[in-house]
C-alpha cells in the first residue's frame, strides 16, 4: 500500500475524521458532566459510566477505521479496539472492588491507549489536525501514570477520570476544527 494518497482520499479522510472527532467532543463534555456528579463513590450508574466511556471508545475506533482505509492501514485502530474493550471489561469488573481498582484499570487503559493514538496520529499529521492527537495521546500516557499512581491515596476519587475525559475532548474538538481547512483543501 502506498504511503502516499489521492487528494480526495485524503479530503474524505479528513471529513470523516472532522465529523467523528465533534461527536468524541460531545461525548466527553456530556460524559464528564454527568460522572462529575457521581465522583466520589461508584454507584451503579456510575459503573455503567465508566464501562461506557471506553465502549464508546471501542465505536470511535470502528468508525475511525473505516474511515481511514483509503488512506491508511488500520491495524493500530484494530490494537485500540481491543484494548479499549479489554478496558471496559476490567473497569466493569474493578467497579465492583472500587475506585482504587477502578483507577488502575482506567490508568492502564489510558497508558495504552494514549500509546496507540500517538502511534496512529503521528503519520496523518500531513492531513492536518492532528498536533492536538498526538500532543493528547502523550498526555494520556501520562494521566494513565497519574491514575495508577492516585489508586494509593487515602481517599482516591473518580474527578482525575472526569479530568481525563475533558480536555481529551477539548483536543478532539481542537483537532475537528483543523481538519476543516484538511478537508476542504485536498
Sequence with gaps: MSTLAAPSS??????????????????????????????????????????????????????????????????????????????AVGVGIAAASGIPAVLRVWGAWAIVSGLVQLIVAVPRRKMGGQWPMIISGGISILAGASFVASAGADKPMLTSAIGYAVPGGIFFLISALRLGRAAKEN
Excluded at 46 to 60: Q, R
Design 10 to 87: 485524503i479530503s474524505g479522510t479528513a471529513s470523516a475524521l472532522r465529523r467523528l472527532y465533534f461527536v468524541r467532543f460531545a461525548f466527553a463534555i456530556v460524559w464528564a458532566l454527568v460522572m462529575f456528579t457521581m465522583a466520589s463513590k461508584i454507584s451503579p450508574v456510575a459503573a455503567v459510566l465508566l464501562v461506557l466511556y471506553p465502549l464508546f471508545d471501542v465505536g470511535a475506533a470502528v468508525v475511525d477505521a473505516k474511515a481511514s482505509r483509503a488512506t491508511r492501514s488500520p491495524v493500530l485502530l484494530y490494537v485500540n479496539m481491543a484494548v479499549s474493550l479489554v478496558a
